[in-house]
């Protein structure tokens, strides 16, 4: 049996799974799909061949944070997202897209003032109102729109076309999925390598609300390949927003998993800030075998003494290194044999 990342990381769904624990999986190689039917969980695949739609613009009732209103909220959240597509952005250009998000949702009679995010039925006497749904939200199509109608914003239009009228215009559709499972896979794969990311914060901001909804439920959130929304391929915005749930998602009753095969990866993005944030957040971090550069940058951010740079360099199979807290600890993980079964 090879015990590497991948095998571990189904290992400790499965048994999440078997405590009734909430999971999210952000899936971009395709690893977990026969777990997923084998435990009798969801897969959300998203992607030209896909009937599964999510779109990037809804607010929802659950991502209201601390003193910040609803669309104050997402138009943060948006900012790092259009950054992935539009290149990172200067400050002046920020200004002009939340100006512009601002008009969009205003032609949807969406404002700052939370209570628009409200509606009632006129037919209806004495009736709470309830939480506008993706219906009435904005598309990016609307929004392609508003930014066609300035010149200082063309170029974010010329970029937005293949969301809205070219390969990936299936990002331009209401919503038609309720997460209602325990164990749920976002399967981001079919994006194709250029575009993953965009697939991944997509799910991302979906599972960050659904985990926020209530706190007393335990859930797990894993992020694979999360390099490539806090490395170099991404921008501050986006991986400020990845470093946000993993210093906060403990107050949610969540915890957060970071999953790579590279660690220089994580540290490819403004000198390593947001990879060593993270590390520094994770109350356990566990290493298998690393070859000596991937060594020489993890003990750059963490105190890795002498002796345990030779211990991770010829660890075994089952074998990994766990830092839990201020504790190191030599591991040798064992699994039964009806484990391998359901995860091989």
């Known amino acids: 049996m090879v015990l590497g990342k991948s095998f571990y990381t189904k290992l400790m769904i499965l048994r999440y799974r078997f405590l009734g624990i909430e999971q999210y ?18 897969i959300l695949k998203i992607g030209p061949n896909s009937n599964t739609y ?42 002009l897209l939340e100006e512009k998000l601002i008009k969009c949702y205003e032609q949807k009679q ?32 609307d929004l392609y729109n508003i930014l066609g109608e300035d010149k ?40 194709g390598e250029e575009n993953l990311k965009y697939g991944m914060y997509l799910f991302i901001d979906l599972f960050w609300d659904k985990i926020k909804n209530n706190r ?15 490395g170099v391929t991404s921008n501050k915005d986006v991986a400020s927003f990845i470093y946000k749930i993993f210093k906060t998602i403990r107050k949610y009753g969540g915890s ?6 590279d660690i220089s990866d994580l540290f490819s993005l403004d000198e ?13 971090k566990i290493f298998f075998a690393l ?3 991937n060594i020489l940058i993890l003990s750059k951010y963490t105190n890795l003494s002498e002796k345990e740079k030779i211990e991770i360099k010829s660890l075994k199979r089952g074998e990994c290194l766990m830092f839990a807290n201020d504790e190191h600890i030599l591991t040798k993980i064992d699994v039964d044999d009806f484990e391998k079964e359901i995860i091989n």
């Open 110 to 141: 969406i404002t700052f003032d939370d209570k628009s995010l409200y509606k009632t039925d006129d037919n209806k006497i004495n009736i709470k109102p309830i939480f506008k749904e993706s219906k009435d939200m904005p598309l990016l199509e």
């Open 256 to 261: 957060s998993i970071a999953i790579t095969q």
């Open 54 to 95: 999510i779109n990037i613009l809804d607010i929802r009732q659950e991502s209201i944070e601390d003193e910040k209103g609803y669309l104050a909220t997402k138009i943060a959240r948006l900012i790092g997202f259009f950054n992935l597509i539009f290149g990172e952005l200067n400050e002046e250009e920020k200004a």
């Open 152 to 191: 200082k914003t063309k170029k974010m239009q010329i970029k937005l076309i293949p969301f809205v009228k070219g390969s990936l215009n299936f990002f331009n559709n209401y919503t038609n999925i309720e997460l209602n499972n325990k164990l749920i896979i976002a399967d981001v794969y079919d994006l």
């Open 291 to 293: 070859e000596e550069e």
């Open 272 to 284: 390593g800030t947001y990879g060593k944030s993270i590390l520094n957040n994770s109350s356990n």
């Open 25 to 42: 999986v952000i899936d971009p190689e395709r690893e977990y799909e026969k777990l997923a039917n084998n435990l009798n969980g969801t």
């Open 216 to 230: 007393n439920i335990k859930k797990a959130i894993y992020l694979d390949e999360v390099w490539r929304l806090i």
